[in-house]
């Protein structure tokens, strides 16, 4: 299931942003971006996404920043600096390189420092609980997001039972399944083959086995199992809650169903209502996909 949210706040002096979206997945997985130095919450947010959902492909970004007064003051260090100068301008006077510039020599690694404010572990305790517990409010955002798309969802898959058990009613009320045509077919079958073949066919025979063959092809059950199935997948979506896995396994129920439908068919009506149940079944299973 898809959704987005944010939340920000305040976790002791530090401005704290989240962001977090989620697409489709089987499985819980995650790919998160921290600034540097808060890598420790990986654990704590990981554990968090996985407490509030079973399914999806997350992601989660979380940026902090200092109030202007708390900010740190950048720190040339000079030495650094005049060696690098002095090799700009050799190179320059050399080889014919263009110029240094300040803002070029200032850019270069090591030059420009920010030293890292520090907190007691005590500090960094209440921070981290402060930053969680806005990455919270923004997995309670995203789970009322994915909670809309799911009853949105849910009509969709309704719609698509009530035509897996139309589909089902118009199998089961076919003409081609009535036994007196399904005699009639038979013995049309017969009396063509005796045709051609002359006296060489055992009649009983002939009969003996075509009716293995219709006993075969009665699709009896198949149409049972589908009612049944039917049944359960709406019973579950009345239900709510984390039911995409169920629903997975009874999309494919669906189509193992429909698939030996089709494949026991013994009349073109029977067929053709066939592939248009694999048709529905197939657009079911992909929208389960999209369910927790």
Same mark, same amino acid.
């Given at each position: 299931?898809?959704?987005?949210?944010?939340?920000?706040?305040?976790?002791?002096?530090?401005?704290?942003?989240?962001?977090?979206?989620? +697409? /489709?997945?089987?499985?819980?997985?995650?790919?998160?971006?921290?600034?540097?130095?808060?890598?420790?919450?990986?654990?704590?947010?990981?554990?968090?996404?996985?407490?509030?959902?079973?399914?999806?492909?997350?992601?989660?970004?979380?940026?902090?920043?200092?109030?202007? &007064?708390?900010?740190?003051?950048?720190?040339? /260090?000079?030495?650094?600096?005049?060696?690098?100068?002095?090799?700009?301008?050799?190179?320059?006077?050399?080889?014919?390189?263009?110029?240094?510039?300040?803002?070029?020599?200032?850019?270069?690694?090591?030059?420009?420092? +920010?030293? !890292?404010?520090?907190?007691?572990?005590? &500090?960094?305790?209440?921070?981290?609980?402060?930053?969680?517990?806005?990455?919270?409010?923004?997995?309670?955002?995203?789970?009322?997001?994915?909670?809309?798309?799911?009853?949105?969802?849910?009509?969709?898959?309704?719609?698509?039972? !009530?035509?897996?058990?139309?589909?089902?009613?118009?199998? !089961?009320?076919?003409?081609?399944?009535?036994?007196?045509?399904?005699?009639?077919?038979?013995?049309?079958?017969?009396?063509?083959?005796?045709?051609?073949?002359?006296?060489?066919?055992?009649?009983?025979?002939?009969?003996?086995?075509?009716?293995?063959?219709?006993?075969?092809?009665?699709?009896?059950?198949?149409?049972?199992?589908?009612?049944?199935? +039917?049944?359960?997948?709406?019973?579950?979506? !009345?239900?709510?809650?984390?039911?995409?896995?169920?629903?997975?396994?009874?999309?494919?129920?669906?189509?193992?169903?429909?698939?030996?439908?089709?494949?026991?068919? /013994?009349?073109?009506?029977?067929?053709?209502?066939?592939?248009?149940?694999?048709?529905?079944?197939?657009?079911?299973?992909?929208?389960?996909?999209?369910?927790?």
């Amino acid at each position: 299931m898809t959704g987005f949210a944010r939340a920000a706040g305040d976790a002791h002096g530090l401005s704290v942003n989240w962001e977090v979206k989620s +697409v /489709n997945g089987k499985s819980v997985e995650l790919r998160m971006r921290v600034p540097s130095g808060f890598d420790r919450l990986e654990p704590a947010i990981r554990q968090a996404i996985q407490k509030k959902f079973s399914r999806g492909s997350f992601q989660a970004m979380l940026t902090v920043s200092r109030a202007t &007064e708390q900010q740190a003051q950048p720190v040339v /260090n000079e030495v650094f600096l005049r060696d690098v100068a002095e090799l700009a301008k050799r190179l320059e006077k050399n080889y014919g390189t263009a110029p240094a510039t300040a803002d070029g020599l200032l850019a270069l690694r090591g030059v420009l420092e +920010v030293p !890292e404010t520090s907190e007691t572990e005590e &500090e960094k305790a209440a921070i981290d609980q402060a930053i969680i517990a806005i990455l919270d409010d923004a997995l309670t955002g995203l789970e009322a997001a994915r909670r809309s798309e799911g009853a949105a969802l849910g009509n969709v898959l309704s719609a698509q039972l !009530e035509t897996i058990a139309q589909l089902t009613q118009r199998a !089961e009320a076919d003409p081609a399944r009535d036994p007196a045509n399904i005699r009639a077919r038979l013995s049309e079958q017969v009396r063509l083959l005796m045709e051609a073949s002359g006296s060489g066919l055992d009649e009983q025979r002939l009969h003996t086995e075509a009716m293995l063959l219709a006993t075969k092809a009665d699709i009896r059950e198949e149409l049972d199992r589908l009612k049944t199935h +039917v049944e359960a997948a709406r019973a579950l979506l !009345e239900k709510g809650g984390v039911v995409g896995r169920r629903l997975d396994f009874l999309a494919q129920e669906f189509n193992r169903e429909s698939n030996t439908l089709c494949s026991k068919s /013994n009349a073109a009506s029977l067929t053709a209502i066939g592939l248009d149940l694999k048709a529905v079944v197939d657009q079911f299973r992909e929208q389960v996909q999209n369910l927790e």
